[in-house]
C-alpha cells in the first residue's frame, strides 16, 4: 500500500502498485476460486502487454476495424454559442459500434484468445459494452454470454435486439436493482462456475485487479491521440479535459496520459439524477464513501450499515453505485474534480448539441457536455476544453421518444 | 480457549465429525432465527455461521441470494446480528458461532469497531467471502487482538504455495470450497474433494470443514470422510424460503428435521 496523500511528486504513470492498490483503493477483494484466474490473466497481461506482435494486433485493430484514430473536432459554432472556451469533442461516437466501449473489448478479446478460452461473458448497463462485446467475440469465434439488469434491458431494448443478431445470449438478471450492479454479481457468480474456459470482459475500470489497470491501458490510446491532436491542432495541451463517469473507462482513457501534465485541469461529471442533495442519483465520487464492491476498493453508494443502495440517472450506463478505484484515488489526491450534472441538464445538452451541431450524444456523454458548457462560459476564448464525446445516442432514441410522448 | 477450538478438539477426541450449519440472520423474518439457532443445537449442530445479509452477495446462488433479500426486506445488518448473537449467548455459552459474510458491512463499521463489538456479544470467528489474504491482513490482527478466529476459504483452484500461506494465517479451522461455483451449486466431484483435501492434510494440522454443495447426510458423510466435517447452508435456506409464509413454529420444527437427518447420515 501506498501512503501518499499528496498529488506533487507523483509518477502517475506507476500506478496501480503490483497488488493493484493506488494508494487505499482497487486491490482483490473476491472469493479464493477466482484468484488463480487473476493471477493467471495478470500473468498473460503482463507478458503481452509489451510484445510487439500483440500490440501490431491491437494497433490493427484499432485501425482498420474500429477506425481509429478518432477525429478530434472543434465545435466551433458551439464554442461560439457558450461564448467562452473553444470546446472540442474526442470523437469516441464514430468507433465502430458507437462508442468507447470497443477499444476495451477488442483488448480483452485478444487476450481472451491468447488465453485460449472459447466463451467470454460480459456485464452491461446501457448496453453499449455487451454490443462490443458481443462484436468482437463473434468476429473471433468465441461463444458470448451478456448479463444485463432487468430494468436496462427493458430501457435499452435496441441494444439487447443488436447483441441477439449479433449472436450473443443476453440474460436478464432479476436479483437485487435488477440494474448494472446486479448484471456484475452475475457475471462474477458465472466466471466463478465457468472459470476454466470462460474469460470475464469487463467493460469499465471497475472489478478485481488486473482488470482496472488493463481496461484503463486500452481505453488510453483515447488520451494519446487527444494529446497529439491537440497538440497538432493548437499547438498547446487543452487546458481543460471533461468526460461523463460511470464505472470511469472513458473518463481514464481521455485522462491518463495527461496526468503528468500538471497544467492540464481535469473534470469527471457524475450522473446527478433529481439532483445529488435528493440522494437520488449515481455519484459515489460526490456522495458516496470508500467500501468494498466487485473486487475492489472505492467510493460507493451506500447505506449506514454498509448495504450498496438504489441509484438513479436517466442513462443507464451511468447508473452504477460504485467508480473505478484509480479515480477514487485521484479524487482524494485532488488531482481530478469530480462533480455532478442532473437529468436534466444533460437532457438540455444533449438536445442543444444535437441541433448545433448536428451530432447526437449519448445520454452518458451528455453529462459531460452539460458541464463543459458551464465551465466554458466562464473562461477565456484562448483557453480550450476537450470533451469525450463518449458514444453516440442512438441507442437513447426511444428514451427521448419517451419523454418527448412520442411513440415509435 | 476460543469455543471454535475447544468444539474441534472434542470432536477430534470422540471421532466425530463436525456439522457446522449455516443460516441467514433474520430469514425470512428475525423473529425465527434465535429459535431456530437453539434448534439447530439440539438436532446436533456442532458449529453455527449466521449470514449477515449483504445486497450484492456475489459468491451466492440463487437460494441463499433470496434468503439475503428477504432479510434484508426486515432491515437486518451487522449491528442487529451481533445482538441476535448476544441473545444466544444467554441460552447458550457453548456453541461457536461464526459471522459469515461480505467485506462491505464491516468496512463501514470499522474493523477496529467491529472486532470489539463481535467479541463482546460472544461472537467466535469471522469468515469473510471477499477478504483473500492478501487484503485480510488489518482484519486479521484485529481478530486476533480480540481472540476471534478468521476462517479463511481454499479452493479448488488454489495452488499450493497458496495453500501454505492461507493455512499460516488461518485459525480455527481451514474452510474448503468443494466446488468451482456458487452456494448451492449441484455439481460435487467427490474425487476432487477427496485428492485437495489430500494435498491440504499435508500442510497444516487446522480442522479442515468442506462446504458448497452438500444438500443430505450422504454428501455430508462422504466430504466429511476425508476431513473433519461438512457445511450446510442452501438446504436450510431453500426451506425457509418456501415456508416463510407459515409460522415461526413450523419453520423452526423443518429445519431441525433437515438438521437431525444430517446428523445421523454423519454419524453413521
Ligand atoms: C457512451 C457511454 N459513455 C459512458 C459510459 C459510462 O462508462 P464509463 O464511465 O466506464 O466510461 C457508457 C456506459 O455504458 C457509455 O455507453
Redesign the interface.
Known amino acids: 500500500m501506498n501512503d501518499l496523500t499528496s498529488a506533487e511528486n507523483i509518477d502517475y504513470s506507476c500506478f496501480p502498485d503490483e497488488?493493484g492498490h493506488f494508494g487505499i483503493y482497487g486491490?482483490?477483494?473476491?472469493?479464493?476460486?477466482?484468484?488463480?484466474?487473476l493471477d493467471e490473466l495478470a500473468a498473460i497481461y503482463k507478458k503481452l502487454k509489451d510484445d510487439p506482435g500483440f500490440q501490431a494486433e491491437f494497433d490493427k485493430d484499432m485501425a482498420h476495424y474500429v477506425g481509429r484514430p478518432s477525429p478530434l473536432y472543434h465545435a466551433e459554432r458551439w464554442s461560439q454559442e457558450v461564448g467562452g472556451a473553444q470546446i472540442y469533442f474526442k470523437r469516441e461516437d464514430l468507433n465502430h459500434t458507437g462508442a468507447h466501449k470497443v477499444n476495451n473489448t477488442i483488448g480483452q478479446a485478444l487476450l481472451a484468445k491468447y488465453s485460449g478460452k472459447k466463451r467470454v461473458i460480459a456485464e452491461t448497463g446501457a448496453g453499449q459494452h455487451g454490443v462490443a462485446s458481443a462484436t468482437v467475440a463473434t468476429r473471433l469465434g468465441l461463444e458470448c454470454e451478456v448479463f444485463m439488469g432487468e430494468e436496462d434491458v427493458r430501457r435499452q431494448s435496441l441494444n439487447v435486439y443488436r447483441m441477439k443478431l449479433l449472436g450473443a445470449k443476453v440474460t436478464a438478471v432479476t436479483?437485487?436493482t435488477r440494474t448494472l450492479?446486479?448484471a456484475m454479481?452475475e457475471a462474477?457468480?458465472d466466471w466463478?462456475?465457468?472459470?476454466?474456459d470462460t474469460f470475464y470482459i469487463i467493460g469499465t475500470v471497475a472489478g478485481p485487479h488486473p482488470y482496472p489497470e488493463l481496461v484503463r491501458d486500452f481505453q488510453s490510446i483515447i488520451g494519446r491521440e487527444a494529446r497529439q491532436q491537440s497538440l497538432n491542432q493548437t499547438g498547446k495541451l487543452p487546458d481543460v479535459l471533461v468526460a461523463c463517469v460511470g464505472g470511469g473507462s472513458n473518463a481514464i482513457g481521455l485522462f491518463h496520459p495527461f496526468l503528468n501534465d500538471e497544467s492540464v485541469r481535469m473534470v469527471g461529471v457524475e450522473a446527478g439524477g433529481d439532483g445529488v442533495e435528493t440522494g437520488r442519483h449515481a455519484a459515489p465520487l460526490n456522495d458516496g464513501?470508500?467500501?468494498?464492491?466487485?473486487?475492489g476498493?472505492t467510493y460507493?453508494m451506500?447505506d449506514?450499515?454498509?448495504?450498496?443502495?438504489d441509484t438513479h440517472s436517466i442513462s443507464a450506463g451511468l447508473d452504477y453505485p460504485g467508480v473505478g478505484p484509480e479515480h477514487s484515488w485521484l479524487k482524494d489526491l485532488g488531482r481530478v474534480d469530480y462533480v455532478a450534472v442532473t437529468d436534466q441538464e444533460a437532457l438540455a445538452a444533449f438536445r442543444e448539441v444535437t441541433l448545433v451541431e448536428g451530432i447526437m450524444p449519448a445520454l452518458e456523454t451528455s453529462h459531460a457536455l452539460a458541464y463543459a458548457k458551464k465551465l466554458a462560459k466562464d473562461m477565456p476564448k484562448d483557453q480550450t476544453i476537450v470533451v469525450n464525446l463518449s458514444g453516440r445516442g442512438d441507442k437513447d432514441i426511444l428514451t427521448m421518444a419517451d419523454l418527448d410522448n412520442i411513440t415509435l | 480457549m476460543n469455543r471454535i477450538t475447544e468444539r474441534m478438539n472434542a470432536l477430534k477426541a470422540s471421532s466425530r465429525k463436525a456439522f457446522v450449519a449455516y443460516l441467514v440472520s433474520g430469514d425470512p423474518r428475525p423473529s425465527v432465527t434465535l429459535e431456530a439457532m437453539h434448534e439447530l443445537v439440539r438436532q446436533g449442530v456442532d458449529i453455527i455461521e449466521l449470514g449477515i445479509p449483504f445486497s450484492d452477495p456475489m459468491a451466492e446462488g440463487e437460494v441463499i441470494q433470496l434468503g439475503h433479500e428477504r432479510a434484508l426486506s426486515h432491515n437486518v445488518s451487522l449491528t442487529s446480528s451481533m445482538a441476535l448473537v448476544k441473545q444466544f449467548r444467554e441460552q447458550n455459552t457453548q456453541t461457536p458461532v461464526i459471522l459469515m459474510g461480505y467485506a462491505n458491512p464491516i468496512e463501514r463499521k470499522g474493523y477496529e469497531t467491529f472486532a470489539d463489538s463481535a467479541s463482546d456479544a460472544g461472537v467466535d470467528g469471522v469468515l469473510t467471502v471477499d477478504l483473500p489474504p492478501e487484503e485480510a491482513r488489518d482484519l486479521n490482527e484485529e481478530l486476533q487482538r480480540v481472540g476471534l478466529h478468521n476462517i479463511f476459504l481454499l479452493a479448488p483452484t488454489t495452488t499450493p504455495a497458496r495453500i501454505h500461506e492461507i493455512v499460516s494465517m488461518a485459525s480455527g479451522f481451514v474452510y474448503y470450497v468443494s466446488l468451482k461455483g456458487v452456494t448451492g451449486a449441484g455439481h460435487l466431484d467427490l474425487n476432487s474433494v477427496k485428492q485437495k483435501l489430500g494435498e491440504i492434510r499435508k500442510m497444516t494440522d487446522l480442522p479442515l470443514c468442506v462446504g458448497f454443495g452438500i444438500k443430505d447426510g450422504a454428501s455430508a458423510k462422504a466430504v466429511s470422510e476425508h476431513g473433519d466435517g461438512a457445511v450446510v447452508g442452501s438446504v436450510f435456506v431453500d426451506k425457509m424460503g418456501k415456508l416463510a409464509d407459515k409460522s415461526d413454529e413450523e419453520i423452526i420444527k423443518a429445519v431441525g428435521e433437515i438438521a437431525a437427518n444430517i446428523r445421523s447420515g454423519l454419524d453413521n
Open positions: 497488488h486491490g482483490r477483494f473476491v472469493s479464493e476460486t477466482l484468484i488463480s484466474a436479483s437485487g450492479k446486479d454479481n462474477m457468480r466463478v462456475t465457468n472459470v476454466d464513501v470508500p467500501g468494498v464492491l466487485h473486487g476498493r460507493l451506500e449506514e450499515n454498509g448495504q450498496i443502495i
